[in-house]
């Protein structure tokens, strides 16, 4: 039976098998079939439904993520219809003003993330102006004419049959209009797989699987000040004794190690703490100041966020007033505006093939399907006032396994998100942004290996000869992977012969590419 899920993912109405859609809903719209690819294990619809455009690809989320999805697919040669529900590309660097990357570097200082993260870093650097981001990922999609953008756009439902994704229905936030997309293969880059939850795949909310309770990372308010001296600020910095320079640091425009300053103010919000100023200058010599923690707040609920945003605000003139008084660098400092978004860590961990484990992590542990390279340490912010992460903060060089993008029970999808199938703690690691957008590079080829031999994303995990052929694909475009898996790949490659997978050729770039 199709079935038409809500975006909260919790709510399912049945689709009359014989019904056609009300007239003037989607008024001339094409009504077309969709059948599953030839073996996918999944029957085509019994009657046919109302589609207002049929692609190849769709990307849902401009994050860093989808922009290297949609990247991908479409110079491997498929087009791509993509939105995003903000009015602009780059998600965490982006909305909640994050002007800092979390790097995955090996243990020589190799980057391991590579291939479309890298046109990014070479652009942006390691710190960055905010406002030249949203240009950069714009850039970076604008290059590839297969690609269709949609911004002010999101996915509120999804038609569902059986195990397969027959349409996901998108808004236009501003006229509210919707429209159903039918793709062949969907890519769900949203921050919290929100497409995955209206398909109804099972997923843990924060530190479920801990039996702890479903507590999420607190959130983090960044705030953009003007008026801070910066000279006065590196002195402060630069001038702290040398037995607390493991809590400071300066790297070109970020600074930290206001956190003996810090532990004496008072939050006036309740669930409001701040532990340490971390501190970016940007291009009009204003600052960004990430620090301020807001627990309690469930990401996947709008009205806890807009009341963790309330409280984030309200708390703000008073901090900021602290640190005219008591920081140096900010006698003249006053508030510019907050981030248009809250910086969410966490919300749901979607159920995979495979779920990546803090074990995995720990012993550097290589999987025959590594489609990533990952190194950032266990990172979990508190969950409750006065909680602290109980992980080192040490790297151990580790990879992400294809089958924990691939979700339980639907076979025309995939994840490339913070949402990935781990456990809060690997989550911890595997959710910065340069790991998030190998698994989005990944994800794009594996659309296009998959939609070409025709075969659903479970059945490719299945088959080690085609991840051998999507390995070798995503080194082909840049990506880095691990000499031994490279090895693997190009024995299965040799010993294939004449059985060689399908593979499309990838399309000639502009010469206009950096």
């Not at 046109?119 to 390691?126: A, E, K, P, S, T």
Request: aromatic letters at 8%; one cysteine or more.
């Amino acid at each position: 039976m199709l079935r038409k899920v809500s975006q909260t993912g919790r709510t399912v109405v049945a689709l009359p098998r014989l019904r056609a859609v009300a007239a003037g809903v989607l008024a001339g719209i094409l009504v077309v079939v969709v059948n599953g690819p030839a073996g996918a294990g999944v029957a085509p619809p019994s009657v046919p439904y109302e589609c207002s455009m049929l692609v190849p690809v769709y990307v849902a989320g401009g994050t860093p993520a989808g922009v290297a999805a949609a990247v991908t697919a479409a110079r491997m040669g498929e087009p791509v219809f993509m939105t995003e529900e903000r009015p602009y590309l780059g998600g965490d660097l982006t909305g909640p003003m994050l002007n800092m990357l979390d790097m995955d570097f090996g243990r020589d200082g190799l980057q391991l993330a590579q291939g479309v993260f890298l046109d990014i870093y070479h652009r942006l650097g390691l710190t960055f102006d905010v406002e030249t981001a949203k240009q950069v990922f714009m850039d970076e999609v604008r290059k590839e004419p297969l690609i269709t953008l949609r911004l002010l756009t999101r996915p509120v439902a999804a038609i569902v049959d059986g195990q397969w994704i027959r349409g996901i229905v998108v808004e236009n936030l501003l006229t509210h209009r919707q429209e159903t997309i039918c793709a062949k293969r969907i890519i769900d880059a949203t921050d919290d797989a929100d497409v995955a939850a209206m398909a109804g795949v099972p997923y843990a909310l924060g530190r479920e699987s801990s039996g702890i309770d479903r507590t999420m990372m607190s959130s983090t308010l960044v705030f953009e000040l003007g008026g801070v001296n910066w000279r006065q600020v590196v002195a402060y910095i630069t001038g702290r004794s040398r037995a607390m320079l493991h809590m400071t640091g300066i790297y070109r425009g970020n600074v930290w190690g206001y956190d003996t300053i810090m532990r004496q103010y008072h939050p006036s919000q309740p669930g409001v703490a701040i532990y340490d100023l971390n501190i970016g200058l940007q291009h009009d010599h204003s600052v960004l100041i990430n620090g301020l923690l807001i627990f309690g707040v469930d990401g996947t609920d709008p009205v806890s966020v807009a009341d963790g945003m309330r409280r984030g605000r309200l708390e703000l003139p008073g901090l900021v007033e602290y640190l005219r008084e008591m920081a140096p660098g900010f006698e003249h400092a006053y508030l510019i505006r907050a981030a248009d978004y809250l910086y969410i860590r966490e919300t749901r961990h979607i159920r995979g093939m495979y779920t990546l484990t803090a074990q995995d992590i720990v012993t550097s542990r290589v999987f025959w399907d590594a489609v990533g390279v990952a190194s950032y340490p266990i990172d979990l912010h508190p969950y409750r006032p006065g909680e602290f992460n109980p992980f080192a903060a040490r790297r151990y060089v580790y990879t992400i396994p294809f089958r924990a993008l691939v979700p339980h029970g639907i076979g025309n999808l995939v994840v490339a998100s913070r949402s990935i199938s781990a456990t809060y703690e690997a989550a911890g690691s595997a959710r910065v942004v340069p790991t998030t957008m190998e698994e989005g590079q990944a994800a794009g080829a594996a659309a296009v290996i998959s939609i070409d031999n025709r075969l659903s994303f479970r059945q490719m995990a299945l088959a080690p000869d085609l991840v051998h052929t999507l390995q070798l694909a995503l080194h082909a475009e840049g990506a880095y992977l691990l000499p031994e898996t490279l090895l693997a790949a190009g024995q299965s490659s040799r010993g294939l012969g004449d059985r060689q997978p399908a593979v499309p050729a990838p399309v000639a770039r502009s010469s206009t590419r950096q």
